[in-house]
């Protein structure tokens, strides 16, 4: 028996019910992507421009998925728009170099400050195996620190600590340490417990886009022992590279690791990744001509579509928009505008919770009293636990879908969004919440 949300949501999709009918004989749950799942059924899209998206049957949708995190500049920026076009005309692979990739690695120079040297990638997910490889070859140790809910991507070393882990050999557990972040004494233990630690990864502003934060302090702190115990500390850049900051999160808070991955608005909207960093670090890739090193210390690494130059042009276009213009400011003061208002609707409403965040990364956490300073906003596990929990936020994604927004309780937030657009998303909250309290799901 469908909630009172769920039958609304049956009855404003009837198109994309009958594309789900067909999709789940055809894919796992009908979807493509495991965030994508949904209970009674996706959404299908068949446009989108700017903050906004458009569904078959008609609605339109403001978009906080902003392409999981890739489009900061929206649904289809006039300039990317050309830029794929033009090229798509001169060749999509060259099976060779190009102007392209030499353009799109010194963007990437320039604007991360620990970028010595690049590699591309097809994804977030290579990226990420990549680094990790290349801080095993450099240091010739096996080891590596992750912290508990970040998300390096799907790969078999960082994911085999979550859910879902079927395929993944017992022996990669031995190879990984998995400890709570923001506690140093914990990083300094597993240290002096272990010599053979190449590297420590993380995402810098926490968990979930942030909603589990790192204290910038441990950051610091991480920064000065990884140095001291000759380790290489990796950010994990896919999602707040070029976001948090231009520099992404290593530039806001002024802190350079060894290496950097990075992703989504990398490739402006297409499919790209890289792994930045040291240039000793990403030289394992370079064969030397000691064949025994060659043999056992050399990465070899392909892949048909590393800065290819679709993606490359698409890239190019987005970080030269956000090297000379206010993106990152625009989409920071709607983040700002978004997280004042949901608090004062909380306030107003008196529904325990809170909004948090930084920049244009904001998390919504419901059903707890919270004090919180609106940037970095710590919890409990007692509290993230009520603040997570699936049944209400489920009805609260499908009730702002009925209302005609895409955000559920995480916002990315992009340089198109106005503030009409906020003032709506708000209003659809209001009316959203008074769904939810009706059904005695808040
Ligand atoms: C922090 C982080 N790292 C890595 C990835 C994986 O990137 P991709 O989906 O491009 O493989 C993601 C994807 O959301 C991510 O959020």
């Given amino acids: 028996m469908p909630t009172d949300i769920e039958q609304q949501f049956i009855d404003l999709h009837p198109n994309s019910r009958l594309r789900h009918e067909t999709a789940k004989e055809m894919f796992p749950n009908g979807v493509t992507h495991d965030a994508r799942r949904q209970h009674p059924f996706q959404l299908y899209y068949t446009h989108a421009q700017g903050p906004n998206k458009y569904d078959v049957d008609g609605n339109k949708i403001i978009d906080f998925w902003s392409g999981h995190g890739s489009l900061i500049l929206g649904h289809s920026h006039p300039d990317i728009v050309s830029a794929i076009q033009n090229q798509i005309t001169k060749g999509t692979h060259l099976s060779g170099s190009t102007d392209l990739e030499i353009e799109w ?53 960082v994911s085999f600590d979550g859910d879902g882990i079927g395929g993944i050999p017992n022996e990669i557990a031995e190879t990984m340490i998995v400890i709570p972040p923001n506690d140093i004494s914990v990083v300094q233990k597993v240290l002096d417990e272990n010599d053979d630690v190449a590297a420590v990864i993380l995402e810098p502003t926490g968990a979930h886009m942030g909603l589990n934060p790192i204290i910038p302090s441990f950051l610091q702190e ?113 983040g700002q505008r978004l997280k004042s208002g949901l608090n004062g609707l909380l306030a107003k409403l008196e529904i325990p919770g809170c909004a948090s965040g930084i920049n244009s990364l904001i998390h919504l956490r419901l059903g707890v009293e919270h004090e919180c300073d609106r940037e970095i906003c710590l919890m409990t596990d007692r509290d993230m636990k009520i603040s997570t929990d699936s049944i209400r936020n489920a009805q609260l994604n499908l009730a ?26 708000l209003d659809a909250f209001e009316l959203a919440f008074m769904d939810l309290k009706n059904q005695g799901n808040l």
Avoid: C
């Fill in 105 to 157: 690695g010194q963007m990437v120079m320039d604007l991360i400050p620990s970028a010595e040297k690049v590699r591309f990638h097809s994804s977030g997910t290579e990226a990420d195996m990549m680094a990790i490889r290349m801080a095993r070859a450099y240091t010739g140790r096996k080891k590596v620190i992750k912290f508990k809910d970040h998300f390096h991507g799907w790969s078999d070393y």
């Fill in 222 to 334: 991480l920064r000065d022992l990884t140095l001291q115990k000759n380790i290489v500390l990796i950010f994990d850049e896919v999602v707040t590279g070029f976001r948090i900051s231009k520099g992404g999160a290593q530039s806001h808070y002024g802190i350079t690791p060894d290496m950097t991955t990075l992703a989504k608005i990398l490739g402006g909207g297409l499919p790209g990744g890289a792994v930045a960093g040291k240039a000793e670090i990403i030289n394992m890739i370079e064969p030397s001509g000691d064949p025994e090193w060659d043999r056992n210390r050399r990465i070899a690494h392909n892949g048909t579509f590393n800065a290819n130059p679709l993606s490359a042009v698409a890239g190019i276009t987005a970080l030269k928009l956000l090297q000379n213009e206010p993106i990152n400011d625009k989409a920071n003061s709607m």
């Fill in 400 to 425: 702002l879908l009925n209302r005609g927004v895409h955000s559920g309780t995480r916002f990315i937030l992009s340089a198109t969004h106005e503030e009409e657009d906020i003032d709506e998303t």
